[in-house]
Structures are given as structure tokens and as C-alpha cells.
């Protein structure tokens, strides 16, 4: 099956740990992104990557953190930084030709 | 800054009848909109999209609307079913790396 995980579908988290969430996709898509959705909120752009080695800060990138080091993945990371981190964490995969978003599943983390 | 709306009460129909939801952005002029359905836990899907250029698009039974001058866009289902229901978010294309989604409208049908 082509498409994008993410893994895993639920995650608890004690306050002040470090958690990273997995997303891997198997389209050959270049570019990769990550949004946290909250009740009520649309989706908000936390990292995003163009290309290998490469990637920005979307507009709530603080408290998080990224690495793309394979076209395939594209790992999160929940830093004891971000103040109020459970929410529901969704990974996409970006085509161009019609510009379309591809989503995983989701990661849904909660802080206990 | 740019900004998109979508009504954020609920939308309860009978099946059988038409569903519309609406979309408004202000502060920017996008060369589309998208619309995408969000299921409760899941990831959005990709529906439709349309060009600033095209006036309507469907797709079975999806019709999607795009007015430039009302800056509204307006996503239909007809003969609407109970597995329609779900939530569906518009989004445009907010400069060449992102796109911004609006909170998404719930649709639910009813038997």
C-alpha cells in the first residue's frame, strides 16, 4: 500500500520528557509537513521540509523540533519546551500535480 | 494576515437532501482552493480542487463553487447519505511552501 504512517496512534507523555513521533511515507513525495489540530482550531503548521537536509519553521514551531535525513522520514520531536503539547499531531506528504496534501493517521499525545 | 473561515456550528440534514458549506478567506487572493474531509481520529483526505479561473468543479456527487469577488467558496453534496457525515475543512495555498486551513463545518445526516 502506498502512503503515509504514522506511528504511534496514541502516546502519553510525562511532563518535562522528550517524546518523538514517526511519520513515514513511501510516495516519493519531496515535501513533508507537520500540524497540530486542537478542538475547535484548524490544522497549524508546526515544521515543514522541501527537500533532504532541509527544513523551516511553520508558524507554532516552538517547543518542537525536526530532522529529514531520508526522503521517507520526517520524525518529530515534543520537547519538554512546548508548554501544551497534547493535542492531535497529523504528518503529510505534499503532490504537485493537482497540489494535493496526502495525511497519515495521526498521533494523538497527551501529557499526563 | 490571510485568514480563512468556515461556519463552525454544526450542519444537520435530512438524507436525500443538499449539503452546502461554506468557505471565506480574506487578506489574500489564492490561486485555488482545496476542500478535504476529516473523519473523528483520522487524517484529511483530499477531495476537490478549484482554480481561481474555474467557476465550478464536481465530482460525483461534490460540486465546489469559487468566487473571486465574494472571496467565498461554496462545497456542495447532493442526495446526501448518513456516511457523508463527517468534518470538511477548505484550505488555499498560502504562499508556495504551505497551505492554511480553515477549523472545518461538521456535517451530520440524518436518516
Known amino acids: 500500500d502506498g502512503g503515509i504512517t504514522q506511528s504511534p496512534k496514541y502516546l502519553f507523555r510525562k511532563e518535562g520528557q522528550n517524546v518523538t513521533l514517526s511519520c513515514e511515507q513511501n510516495?516519493?513525495?519531496?515535501?513533508m509537513y507537520w500540524y497540530r489540530q486542537d478542538p475547535g482550531q484548524g490544522l497549524r503548521l508546526i515544521y515543514y521540509?522541501?527537500?533532504?537536509?532541509?527544513?523551516q519553521k511553520g508558524d507554532i514551531a516552538e517547543g518542537y523540533s525536526v530532522s529529514r535525513e531520508k526522503k521517507e522520514s520526517f520524525p518529530l520531536t515534543v520537547t519538554s519546551a512546548q508548554k501544551n503539547p497534547t493535542a492531535f499531531y497529523l504528518c503529510?506528504?505534499?503532490?504537485?500535480?493537482?497540489?494535493?496534501?496526502?495525511f497519515g493517521p495521526g498521533t494523538r499525545l497527551t501529557v499526563l | 494576515s490571510q485568514k480563512i473561515e468556515q461556519n463552525s456550528e454544526a450542519l444537520n440534514i435530512q438524507e436525500g437532501k443538499t449539503a452546502t458549506l461554506t468557505c471565506n478567506y480574506t487578506?489574500?487572493?489564492?490561486?485555488?482552493l482545496q476542500w478535504y474531509r476529516q473523519d473523528p481520529g483520522r487524517g484529511p483526505v483530499f477531495l476537490l480542487l478549484?482554480?481561481?479561473?474555474?467557476k465550478e468543479k464536481r465530482k460525483e456527487r461534490l460540486k465546489v463553487t469559487f468566487d473571486t469577488t465574494l472571496k467565498q467558496s461554496l462545497f456542495h453534496i447532493t442526495a446526501s447519505q448518513p456516511a457523508d457525515s463527517a468534518t470538511y475543512l477548505c484550505?488555499?495555498?498560502?504562499?508556495?511552501?504551505?497551505?492554511?486551513f480553515g477549523a472545518g463545518t461538521r456535517l451530520a445526516v440524518h436518516p
Open positions: 510516495l516519493n513525495h519531496d515535501a
Open positions: 503529510a506528504s505534499r503532490a504537485w500535480d493537482p497540489d494535493t496534501q496526502y
Open positions: 487578506n489574500y487572493s489564492p490561486a485555488y
Open positions: 521540509s522541501q527537500i533532504v537536509n532541509d527544513f
Open positions: 478549484i482554480r481561481e479561473n474555474e
Open positions: 484550505a488555499f495555498s498560502g504562499g508556495y511552501n504551505k497551505l492554511i
